[in-house]
């Protein structure tokens, strides 16, 4: 990685250039100490690469073929709107390198310093993963930046073709490029998850497929926007709503996703799930004041409880999968300052014990402003629901845990072969019910048969009923049942990995 320097040359390269002042000098040396010396290696690693130059210069030659058949189109005509189709063509160039190759080439950077065993040597230097992984996304980003700055001019040439203006123009490319940020990161943070051969090659599937499926919704939605949005943008309070949203959405995944691919690539030995839990913690606090304070907003509309309820309740059991099942006990250096309650040290226990809190709170969060405002059937339905998936997330992982972790043999202890699990056994809860009802005649969606659903169940708490005076499908009754259930097997769960991480520590 580095190579050793003779004293003359060291001297030759501290001393100040002619003409430059001292002082000058002394200042851009400490900058350049406090810039991450893994931007400037990458950039300039990337910018002697092939691929660069070539897919730069293919940018460049589509971006100008098309500005050409734009002049030809269009330089007879007094009057055109032909901006909209020009911009999205021109936006198109662009999304092949921002949502294809730079994700892309940011995850095989990190995947080939682990294949080829370089990923130690950049520890040697002392940078630690943060900073490292700091330095692969940044220098990534500012060849973004290089190919954006090409393509810049033809998109503004487009607005002069008319039918699009400039703020649409603006509203496009900053989802794109907090788009573009939010895969590059999630790409770094596939480099992470596997150490097998066979894993990688998975991983890479599994990422190049991903990346063709959001790249054709990221221009679907382009173009929607600039359809439908082209002719100019109402900044009334709707948008900026949904706009800080979006950003929200994609930015705090961001981080976490940055989190967890730095403990991925953390020792044992140290605290490596403490950035990533806070991160989680952080991130479901601030969007469940920012949940209240659009609800507030929207005249106390129990619809946007009942939206973000359901779509944090999929987002904290999505998490759960990894948090909750973590490797049994933690390190002999981290074991004395760790407590009871100590929800962000490593291990199984304390993590399957946050994700049952996350989940328990953020539908008692959704669930209680909805009832407080409004007792009326409608909203005891929605509350139902939201209540109800939380349950189920929290029944599930507890039973792949037990699964998993209750017998003494740890052939299915890994932590990927409980996530494993905690998928399967999701899977059958949801699938064999409704497949049972049919053999015995009953209806689909049968309420008691599909009491403990985690897809059919949800629904039937929050389905109207003709037939019932009170309009529930479900009565409260039945939800207490899974609330029983689920903290029952939360509770076996909770004792089978207090008592192997006894058994880990005694060891």
């Known amino acids: ?14 001393a100040p250039s002619p003409g ?50 734009a002049y030809a189109n269009t330089h007879d005509s007094t009057y055109t709107r032909e901006g909209r189709s020009y911009f999205f063509s021109f936006f198109v160039c662009l999304a092949l390198v921002h949502f294809g190759l730079i994700p892309f080439n940011a995850y095989r950077s990190l995947a080939r310093e682990r294949e080829d065993e370089t990923w130690s040597l950049l520890l040697l230097t002392g940078l630690g993963p943060r900073r ?28 002069f073709l008319n039918g699009i203006d400039l703020p649409t123009i603006l509203m496009v ?32 599937l599994a990422l190049v497929g991903v990346l063709v499926v959001t790249f054709f919704q990221s221009l679907t939605f382009a173009f929607v926007m600039t359809n439908e949005r082209g002719s100019g943008f109402s900044f009334d309070r ?29 020792l044992v030995t140290e605290d490596y799930t403490r950035h990533p839990r806070r991160a989680l913690v952080a991130q479901v606090v601030l969007t469940f004041v ?24 999929l987002h904290l059991i999505f998490v759960s999968l990894f948090v909750g099942t973590d490797v049994d006990g933690l390190a002999r250096p981290l074991r004395a300052g760790t407590r009871g309650g100590s929800l962000f040290k490593p291990g199984a226990l304390r993590g399957f014990r946050l994700s049952v809190l996350l989940l328990l709170g953020w539908a008692a969060g959704c669930a209680v402003p909805m009832l407080m405002v409004d007792g009326a059937s409608g909203s005891v339905r929605k509350a139902m629901s939201v209540v109800a998936l939380a349950l189920y997330g929290v029944l599930y992982l507890s039973v792949a ?107």
């Open 132 to 159: 490292i992984l700091r330095g692969k996304v940044a220098s990534f980003l500012v060849q973004a930046v290089l190919y954006a700055s090409a393509v810049g001019p033809f998109l503004l040439f487009s607005y």
């Open 238 to 266: 709707d948008f900026f709503l949904g706009l800080g949203t979006a950003l929200w959405v994609l930015g705090s995944n961001g981080w976490l996703v940055f989190e967890t691919a730095v403990s991925r690539l953390s």
């Open 173 to 204: 490319l900053l989802l794109g490029g907090a788009w573009l940020v939010f895969l590059t990161l999630v790409s770094v943070c596939a480099a992470t998850l596997a150490d097998s051969r066979m894993g990688r090659a998975a991983v890479r």
């Open 20 to 69: 430059v002042p001292a002082v000058t000098s002394g200042r851009w040396e400490r900058w350049g100490d406090r810039l991450n010396p893994l931007v400037v290696k990458e950039v300039r690693q990337g910018l002697r690469t092939r691929v660069f130059w070539v897919s730069f210069g293919l940018l460049l030659a589509a971006c100008l073929v098309l500005s050409l058949i």
């Open 401 to 507: 845990l037990l699964l998993g972790r209750m017998p003494r043999s740890g052939r299915f202890a890994s932590p990927v072969s409980v996530r494993l699990l905690y998928v399967l056994a999701g899977v059958i809860g949801a699938g064999a019910p409704p497949l049972l009802a049919v053999f015995l005649g009953l209806e689909g969606d049968d309420a008691l048969l599909n009491l403990l659903n985690p897809v059919v169940g949800t629904l039937n708490f929050g389905k109207y009923d003709y037939s019932d005076p009170s309009g529930l499908k479900l009565p409260p009754e039945l939800l207490l049942c899974v609330a029983l259930v689920s903290l029952l097997a939360a509770f076996a769960a909770d004792r089978v990995l207090v008592g192997r991480e006894k058994r880990v520590h005694e060891q």
């Open 290 to 313: 920012g949940m209240m304070a659009v609800w507030w907003l929207q005249d106390w509309d129990n619809n946007i409880l009942e939206v973000m309820g359901i779509l944090g309740g």
């Open 1 to 14: 990685m580095s190579t050793q320097a003779s004293p003359a040359s060291g001297a030759a390269e501290s």
